[in-house]
């Protein structure tokens, strides 16, 4: 049985399938990209002015042509192939753009708080992918360095390689964007030595305009990546009452439909090009009209979407450390704990935020993102089971111990370091020992790590040939170190 069968069968998914295909036909999706609607025109869809009805036959068809698995390549971090019967899997953490939250005071991001979040995910155990967000303050960079520095520094500063980036190219016609995201693949793909266009070095993202909607720059996006070899994934983030209907089962039709359009179109253009399902929809608080992530509605739309992905036998992307909470307090970790618990629990194949989340997205907290780790550290254990073979029942050592002996002898054996979680932050002293050694918090503890953890970090050696490459789109301030 598939984990999210728990929570939702397989009769019950196919049927939000089946309702999904009948949204799309009765219903439609308005397309705001008019190179998108001739594809679908021509195809046998009925577009009327920007909204397209797109027959159950056609996206049924479009599922058939789709690969259940792909490979990334990169020199940098080596090979992944992500696929439902794939052990690969990339993960990152929350990197935050907008706020950050440390020592319990919430403030815009900074440039370096930037460079301090990009340090932690270096130097993170849980994280597969170091990734450096798009400088706030961008005074002094020319127009080149402020559509491809993030790349750029990721290449140059990081030993872990970014299979998911892009351009920066907010504002920008489809012309010049198209621009810019082939200059960041040329940039990946001759940083690394891979030249052969069918290798992709990384994928395309898209987000849906929930409900039913898509706008022209993911679509744009889409379509570049398709022309050149790159694997698409696609996650709506809709809110029930507001963007999506009030019940998880409304929800996941209106988002699936969603997904299922952007599939169609790239099979339509490219059959056999590889997709990633994606989903990061959550609740909605109505009582003061905010999304809500940490909530058991968003661990059930993680599992929703698992079932979704297994009926199309497809890689997805879900969840992460998600929270509404603003400070490092027990909303905060029990809201972590259910969603960690959710995204792991259903193997994802791409994770975004699996550490560091406040805020609903918004807010990033490096003291949480150590603790977040503790927290995938656990429930990575859990998973595991319980191991039961000749070796773990350990009936001779039973034997020999027998009653009232002592299990606490000789070296420490390698199935009690294989078989016991030992948390390296979460406090098990004895409660008299740690009052009198001071009484420190676990947020004082996490403080502390933070700083041990960026000092440790360490930049990758270049060749002189990498650092020309990059070089030209490396701001001054940047150009020799971080």
């Not at 307090?329 to 629990?345: C, K």
Request: aromatic residues 8%.
């Amino acid at each position: 049985m598939k984990s999210y069968e728990k929570f939702i069968s397989k009769e019950e998914i196919k049927k939000i399938h089946d309702n999904s295909l009948r949204i799309l036909e009765e219903v439609g999706v308005v397309i705001e990209n008019e190179r998108a609607l001739k594809i679908f025109k021509d195809a046998g869809a009925e577009v009327i002015e920007s909204k397209v009805k797109i027959p159950a036959k056609l996206v049924e068809n479009a599922i058939k042509t789709v690969p259940s698995s792909f490979v990334l390549h990169s020199t940098i971090s080596g090979d992944v192939v992500l696929g439902q019967e794939s052990k690969d899997r990339i993960t990152m953490a929350n990197c935050s753009r907008v706020y950050i939250s440390e020592k319990g005071q919430i403030h815009k991001v900074s440039n370096e708080d930037n460079i301090r979040q990009f340090k932690m995910s270096e130097t993170s155990p849980i994280c597969t992918v170091s990734f450096c967000e798009d400088m706030p303050d961008r005074e002094g960079f020319t127009k080149d360095q402020i559509a491809l520095s993030t790349t750029a520094m990721n290449l140059r500063y990081s030993s872990k390689y970014a299979y998911y980036s892009a351009a920066n190219t907010k504002g920008l016609c489809t012309e010049e964007a198209d621009y810019y995201r082939l200059k960041e693949l040329e940039l990946k793909k001759h940083f690394q030595g891979i030249m052969q266009k069918e290798s992709p070095v990384s994928m395309v993202g898209a987000n849906a305009l929930s409900p039913l909607t898509y706008d022209r720059s993911p679509i744009d996006n889409v379509l570049f990546g398709l022309e050149h070899n790159l694997p698409i994934w696609i996650a709506p983030c809709a809110m029930p009452m507001l963007t999506a209907p009030p019940s998880i089962a409304g929800l996941m039709s209106t988002t699936n439909a969603e997904v299922l359009t952007g599939l169609t179109l790239t099979q339509l253009v490219k059959p056999g090009h590889p997709f990633l399902y994606g989903n990061v929809s959550g609740s909605t608080d109505m009582r003061k009209i905010q999304l809500a992530m940490g909530s058991p509605e968003t661990a059930l739309i993680i599992y929703a979407t698992a079932g979704l992905a297994d009926l199309y036998n497809l890689p997805f992307r879900v969840g992460g450390s998600l929270s509404d909470g603003k400070d490092l307090d027990s909303q905060a970790g029990a809201e972590s704990m259910m969603t960690i618990y959710a995204t792991l629990d259903t193997d994802a194949s791409f994770i975004m935020h699996l550490a560091g989340t406040l805020g609903a997205y918004n807010v990033v907290s490096l003291e949480k993102y150590i603790l977040d780790e503790e927290i995938v550290g656990m429930v990575s254990r859990l998973l595991k089971g319980i191991r039961v073979d000749e070796e773990s029942l350990r009936f001779e050592e039973i034997k020999k111990v027998g009653p009232r002996g002592a299990f606490f002898y000789g070296r420490t054996p390698k199935i009690y370091r294989e078989e016991v979680y030992l948390s390296k932050l979460f406090n098990k002293e004895d409660a008299s020992t740690w009052q009198n050694a001071g009484a420190k918090s676990i947020a004082a503890v996490a403080c502390e790590e933070v700083e041990k953890r960026i000092a440790s970090y360490k930049e990758p050696e270049l060749t002189k040939e990498q650092l020309d490459i990059v070089g030209e789109y490396l701001p001054p301030m940047y150009k020799e170190h971080i």
